[in-house]
């Protein structure tokens, strides 16, 4: 086929070796691919080069420094690397802007720098998320006016990336792949390509624009689903009803081909996709005079999580005659997820500050977390133990249940006396809070707890009349 051997060994290129990049190499090299990941962060080589890996995310750092140990991976800051392989992906960052528009420096000068070594011959696999159209708008007019190929003598195609953080590796093997060209050689390519890397299923696509909407469309679907289940947990806790009960039920209901998916309540959203995504959508049909509504109140509703989450624990603490000027909070896990020490729009940050401005003494401990980076964005340095973060703690508050805090002994941490245990993404069962409580703990979280609010006569009143 065009664009690939036929036979033998196929070479590829990651220019990006961020998150996406790295797992997408080191899985490439892994199966036996000649890998070279190129990234204008000369610091990130030099670490690689001393044996550190900085990101977070199970298996990977195994899987990379296995693949330079074999030498089927290399990296550089030499973007003429790129010359040697038969495909092309590029991972780099696509943020928004305020407006929600594609802030395009990263794209634009990946692109400037890929054209003057592209060959005929080579396929390039736009796999960072944009606003349909940017493949073919900017991608695409670069690497033509800006290469040696005299032409479009290479395939295009855009082949979004759909993996969550902490589940990456096994996703990437696992998950049909959705691909998308400028022609059907660079479709059928696109295809073939990934079927013999990874031996996943790919689903063809129409278009480069088609390809670029799958991906927006999941996290528009995911960020409104979250957005629903943190308002269902305020709701549920109007009257003292633990949300998740309401959520297992409900999601019993088949509809269409499958069954409700209510996901679950917590402090909020954050990471690089799915606080930017659903602006990329909202930005993008507002340029043709459309408005989207559902993509801005998905991003309202998580947006305002944080806040809510800080307004929970200071409820809490002054039902337990505990002022928040005199009471210190202890945050166990600082990044977005579970799992993954990545801080990128964590929505920790905005409820730390919430509780900074009430007057709360805040400790900080995330063992997954780089020390430096969070320091710089939380302001203060972070404690070295869970036993030094809680000691004397009014609250303890578990904004990201890491598989490192799954064994803690809470009836064995030197916590103040009616500790509020504040569960904003650890899901405990009731019978976990139920030792909880027994040990003297008072347990609060995102739609889990005591009623909060009893309706006034008149409602009841009315209601009445009206049955």
């Known amino acids: 086929m065009r664009f690939l051997p036929e036979s033998g060994q196929i070479s590829v290129a990651v220019i990006g070796f961020g998150y ?7 899985t490439l090299a892994e199966r036996g691919l000649d890998v070279v990941g190129v990234d204008t962060d000369a610091r990130l080589v030099d670490e690689l080069a001393r044996g550190h890996f900085r990101l977070e995310e199970p298996g990977l750092k195994e899987k990379v420094f296995a693949g330079l140990a074999s030498g089927r991976l290399r990296v550089t800051t030499d973007i003429a690397a790129t010359a040697e392989a038969d495909v092309i992906l590029v991972t780099v960052g696509t943020p928004v802007r305020d407006d929600g528009s594609l802030a395009d420096e990263q794209l634009r000068g990946a692109s400037r720098a890929l054209a003057p070594h592209l060959r005929p011959g080579q396929l390039v696999v736009l796999k960072s998320t944009v606003p349909p159209g940017t493949t073919r708008d900017i991608v695409l007019p670069v690497l033509e006016t800006g290469g040696l190929t005299g032409g479009t003598d290479f395939g295009l195609a855009f082949t979004p990336e759909r993996l969550a953080e902490g589940a990456a590796l096994r996703e990437l093997r696992t998950f049909p792949i959705v691909a998308g060209g400028y022609d059907e050689e660079s479709v059928g390519a696109a295809t073939a390509f990934w079927q013999r890397a990874l031996g996943v299923d790919v689903i063809p696509v129409d278009s480069l624009e088609a390809a670029e909407i799958v991906k927006l469309a999941s996290n528009w679907w995911i960020d409104l689903n979250i957005a629903l289940a943190n308002e269902l947990a305020k709701f ?96 166990l896990g600082l990044a977005f997820k579970n799992n993954t020490g990545d801080l990128r729009a964590t929505p920790v940050l905005d409820t730390v500050r919430a509780l900074t401005r009430a007057g709360v003494s805040v400790r900080l401990h995330d063992p997954l977390v780089d020390a430096e980076e969070a320091e710089a964005m939380f302001g203060t340095g972070l404690t070295a133990t869970v036993e030094d973060t809680v000691r004397g703690a009014d609250c303890v508050a578990i904004l990201a249940l890491h598989r490192e805090f799954a064994d803690i002994d809470f ?7 009616d500790c509020v245990l504040f569960d904003g993404r650890a899901y405990y069962p009731k019978e976990r809070i139920a030792q909880l409580t027994a040990a003297g703990y008072v347990y609060r979280g995102v739609g889990r707890g005591p009623a909060v609010y009893s309706p006034p006569n008149e409602f009841i009143t009315h209601w009445t009349k009206a049955s």
């Open 236 to 331: 549920s806790a109007l009257y003292g009803v633990d949300v998740l009960d309401v959520i297992g039920a409900a999601n019993t209901i088949q509809k269409g081909s499958g069954s409700i998916n209510i996901l679950l309540p917590s402090v909020g959203v954050g990471g690089s996709c799915l606080t930017k995504d659903p602006w990329m959508v909202w930005n993008t049909a507002r340029r043709f005079g459309v408005e989207i509504r559902t993509a801005s109140a998905g991003r309202a509703v998580n947006a305002e999580m944080p806040e809510y989450t800080a307004r929970l624990m200071i409820d809490e603490l002054v039902a337990q005659s505990k002022a928040p000027a005199h009471a210190t909070v202890a945050v």
């Open 411 to 417: 009836a064995a941490l030197p916590v103040a006396r």
């Open 20 to 26: 996406v990049g790295s797992c997408i190499a080191a």
